[in-house]
């Protein structure tokens, strides 16, 4: 399965970016698509993940209400609309692909549930 973020960018704070990840994977039922990001000298963290067969939707607690995870089915498309970005919001971005989420009671926030990667998108927020 090949990843291909786009989108990020420089972006004042309080402004919006909308990121996408292209998915070659066409059959995705059994997946769930998530956003991680790493900000230089941070663990890596989950911003939001989907699961594609039903849309069900996870947000980590620091984009609640800022951030929102969807997709296009018919393209295989992933997108997070990003919005009130905050300087702590800068990082590189990755889409990663969950092969397994139908078989997990509840969409994974951990990266290593993810077996696909992207190569990163960079988003910076200045103040």
């Known amino acids: 399965v090949q990843l291909v973020e786009s989108g990020g960018g420089l972006v004042q704070e309080g402004g919006s970016l909308r990121l996408s990840c292209e998915i070659s994977?066409?059959?995705?039922?059994?997946?769930?698509m998530g956003w991680f990001r790493q900000a230089p000298g941070k663990e890596s963290e989950v911003v939001a993940a989907?699961?594609?067969?039903?849309?069900?939707?996870y947000y980590g607690d620091s984009v609640k209400g800022r951030f929102t995870i969807s997709n296009d089915n018919a393209n295989n498309i992933l997108y997070l609309q990003m919005t009130r970005l905050e300087p702590d919001d800068t990082a590189v971005y990755y889409c990663?692909?969950?092969?397994?989420?139908?078989?997990?009671?509840?969409?994974?926030?951990?990266?290593?549930?993810?077996?696909?990667w992207g190569q990163g998108t960079q988003v910076t927020v200045s103040s």
């Open positions: 989907m699961r594609w067969n039903d849309g069900s939707t």
């Open positions: 990663a692909a969950d092969p397994n989420a139908r078989l997990r009671s509840q969409i994974s926030e951990y990266a290593r549930s993810y077996d696909w």
């Open positions: 994977e066409r059959a995705l039922s059994n997946y769930a």
